[in-house]
């Protein structure tokens, strides 16, 4: 019953007809030579939908004989058939990527797009046939619900027997860990298919899966074992909040901050995006950010909290002390989702700089008291040692903009490693040359010291235009990476990922 109300009024909002909007006279996309006037956004011109394979990457200085397993990572690659582009960043179809580490100081590397519904249907006409989270094209097939536009372009959940590429607004599809071909949408029961799946799931130290939904006024909770079983779910009412990204469990609790950000039907129904429908704040609402706080023992016993308004994408991580929760995470005082510098990204003209910043909230949960911290950094992305996810912790590594002039370009050029005890700062930049993607960490094999480890990830090469990852030791950022694994292509600039041992 709840599940069938959330489909059907998610499908209503989704195939509302739509007017073409008025990029049909379009500009950058139709000018590929102009593309580019921003190097840093070279890659993001984005594939036609073929594999990619490098089997022996070319590899700089000594990677980890410990460092033994695969980096998965997600990202939306292909942003235009027949002539006509997207116009938003979060809209293309994902490419998953493994770079595969052996430990034998080889690399290989491969990128498949995830056959999703859409995807096949748009490869075989040759043509966009389905609207996008930001680009609004009339619909060409028929849309029964939000999978019809699922493109898995977010991140990656690996479980033991399977890979999952998510999307947070319809189902997770599952692919083949080795060789990354698509098996189809996961259906965690009957009552949940079709139901969306966040593509940021929590997982605990023992493997223990937390994650959630949002569409239409409701909520989802997803509780599965380190295997992949759903063990528990519930669907309710939520407060209103157009747009959940992500979430952080603590050793009680799992926690939202839902920015004070709605959805204008009208806008869509006029033939907009749901980006560009997206309003900071509805006339005569508070202007508040509500944090949620539920009972991982019992998902009935929900508090809402009001902070002051800010939008979050991406939390580091979250423990609770007593009555004490603390959300450790990245804010912007606004939200950017259907701006111009997000469109932008997508037409290689990218302005601007990235403004978010890390974020510590501490709130009492006995009076909703509660105190905020702000660091200065430009960042994103943060991660922190998996040993600790729902602990109090110590340590968040970031990509981050900290070279000259790197506030007036897209993406970051350096990874930073906070130390939230000392507030020290160890960092490594890559210089102007460099995008750097999101990197995750990973536990030196014996190793019991939180943050003892490596720190992998992606980045573009500009002056080659080729992609590459890169292996730090993760308490000596500053001494610049143990390897760089090069590739012989770019690849379009991901999201997320996640690291896999062997
Ligand atoms: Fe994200």
């Known amino acids: 019953m709840q599940r069938r109300h959330f489909l059907s009024a998610g499908a209503a909002a989704l195939v509302t007809p739509l007017a073409l909007p008025a990029y049909a006279a379009g500009p950058a996309w139709q000018r590929p030579a102009s593309f580019g006037d921003h190097a840093a956004l070279q890659t993001m011109r984005g594939l036609q939908g073929q594999d990619l394979a490098c089997d022996s990457a070319s590899i700089e200085g000594q990677l980890p004989e410990g460092l033994r397993g695969t980096l998965y990572r997600n990202g ?64 060409k097939r028929p849309m029964r619900g939000p999978d019809d536009i699922n493109v898995a372009n977010t991140s990656v959940l690996p479980l033991p027997d399977r890979l999952l590429a998510l999307w947070e607004g319809g189902s997770a599809y599952a692919l083949d860990r080795d060789t990354l071909a698509t098996r189809g949408p996961v259906r965690w029961s009957d009552e949940l298919a079709g139901m969306p799946f966040s593509a940021h799931p929590k997982i605990e130290p023992d493997g223990t899966v937390w994650n959630f939904g949002t569409g239409m006024g409701k909520m989802v909770l997803y509780h599965l074992s380190a295997t992949g079983e759903l063990k528990r779910h519930a669907v309710f009412d939520m407060p209103p909040c157009a747009m959940v990204h992500d979430f952080v469990v603590t050793q009680r609790y799992l926690a939202f901050l839902l920015p004070p950000l709605t959805l204008d039907m009208d806008a869509v129904r006029a033939g907009g995006s749901f980006a560009g429908a997206m309003r900071w704040q509805a006339p005569g609402q508070a202007r508040s950010t509500r944090v949620l706080v539920i009972d991982k023992a019992d998902f009935e016993r929900r508090r809402v909290f009001e902070t002051p308004a800010e939008m979050v994408f991406h939390f580091a991580n979250a423990w609770d002390d007593g009555d004490l929760l603390t959300l450790d995470y990245v804010r912007t005082p606004e939200a950017p989702v259907g701006e111009q510098r997000l469109r932008s990204i997508v037409h290689g003209d990218f302005r601007g700089s990235p403004s978010s910043q890390p974020a510590l909230l501490r709130l009492n949960l006995r009076n909703g008291q509660h105190r905020s911290e702000l660091g200065r950094d430009a960042l994103e992305f943060p991660r922190v040692d998996p040993r600790v996810v729902g602990q109090r912790h110590r340590v968040v590594f970031y990509p981050a903009a900290l070279g000259r002039d790197s506030a007036q370009r897209f993406g970051h050029d350096s990874v930073l490693r906070l130390d ?40 573009h090469d500009l002056r080659w235009r080729a992609s590459f990852a890169s292996v730090f030791d993760a308490e000596h950022l500053s001494d610049g990476p143990l390897a760089v694994a090069r590739l012989p292509y770019a690849v379009p600039h991901a999201f997320h990922g996640a690291f896999a041992a062997a």
């Open 76 to 139: 939306p690659a292909l942003f235009e058939r027949a002539g006509q582009r997207y116009q938003h960043w979060f809209d293309g179809d994902g490419l998953v990527q493994a770079w595969r580490f052996d430990g034998t100081g080889s690399v290989s590397h491969r990128g498949r797009f995830v056959r999703t519904a859409k995807f096949q249907a748009e490869q075989a006409a040759g043509e966009f046939l389905l609207p996008a989270f930001g680009t609004a094209i009339r619909a």
């Open 420 to 459: 939230r005890d000392s507030g020290r700062r160890d960092a490594f930049t890559f210089g102007p040359d460099a995008v750097i993607e999101e990197h995750v960490f990973v536990p030196k094999p014996g190793g019991t010291r939180e943050g003892e480890g490596w720190l992998v990830g992606a980045g």
